[in-house]
């Protein structure tokens, strides 16, 4: 079956550092790739989409990357701040159509210290 | 003017009590979903609507029952809880029912069954 897996272990980085984080998958060729970050109490809220043709995708601070020989997707967060804190959680899509679905990892936590 | 909300935030009841939980949505979309989240924070869909018609219908025990009045509305009927059913559920909406487009997640019920 189907498996995503993101590092369970929190990460915690310095200010103005540059923040990776994984999603591994197996299993599975997904045509897409999102990445989402949750907030403690909060919905998840899209970030980014990655199709698997592109290499690298880019908004503001973040970068995504998707090696589908890998089978992996890496996130950046360039410069991080405080407010970077959060749960990032990757979704890849599954099926396609109208019964296509997103498959999400358990997330991994980011603290970004002052 | 929130883009997707639930009610009730949180909900607490005894096990084989029967609850519903509401979702609207004001961002015009077509398509709504529920997920759950469990306490290892997996984010599992559960059901999607397409303009009111049911198209995704995961492995969802009997007890749990959508309804979509229209296209702005998808509520989550549980009969008879279990301690199991404890957990966040979410609602969400996306423009269409392709799974490469951006959803957007409300903040969440939170379920304590006891």
């Known amino acids: 079956s189907q498996k995503i897996e993101q590092n369970s272990e929190a990460l915690n980085i310095q200010e103005g550092k540059t923040a990776t984080l994984t999603c591994n998958y197996t299993?599975?060729?997904?045509?897409?790739l999102q990445w989402y970050r949750q907030d403690p109490g909060r919905g998840p809220v899209f970030l980014l989409l990655?199709?698997?043709?592109?290499k690298e995708k880019r908004k503001e601070r973040l970068k995504v990357t998707f090696d589908t020989t890998l089978k992996q997707s890496l996130f950046h967060i360039t410069a991080s701040q405080p407010a970077d804190s959060a749960t990032y959680l990757c979704?890849?899509?599954?099926?396609?159509?109208?019964?296509?679905?997103?498959?999400f990892g358990q997330g991994t936590t980011l603290q970004v210290k002052p | 003017d929130t883009a997707v909300s639930q009610t009730p935030k949180y909900l607490v009841t005894q096990m084989g009590n029967d609850k519903s939980i509401k979702c609207e949505q004001n961002?015009?979309?077509?398509?709504m979903y529920w997920y759950k989240q469990d306490s290892k924070k997996f984010l599992k869909i559960m059901f999607s609507?397409?303009?009111?018609?049911?198209?995704i219908n995961e492995t969802v025990p009997n007890r749990f029952s959508p309804k979509s009045p229209d296209k702005a509305h998808l509520n989550l009927h549980i009969n008879s809880l279990e301690l199991g059913d404890s957990a966040v559920y979410f609602c969400?909406?996306?423009?269409?029912?392709?799974?490469?487009?951006?959803?957007?997640f409300g903040p969440g019920t939170r379920l304590l069954v006891l």
């Open positions: 969400a909406s996306s423009q269409d029912s392709l799974p490469a487009e951006t959803q957007y």
């Open positions: 299993n599975y060729s997904p045509a897409y």
């Open positions: 990655i199709r698997e043709n592109e």
């Open positions: 979704a890849l899509v599954r099926g396609s159509g109208n019964t296509g679905k997103l498959i």
């Open positions: 961002l015009g979309h077509d398509t």
């Open positions: 609507y397409n303009n009111k018609e049911l198209i």
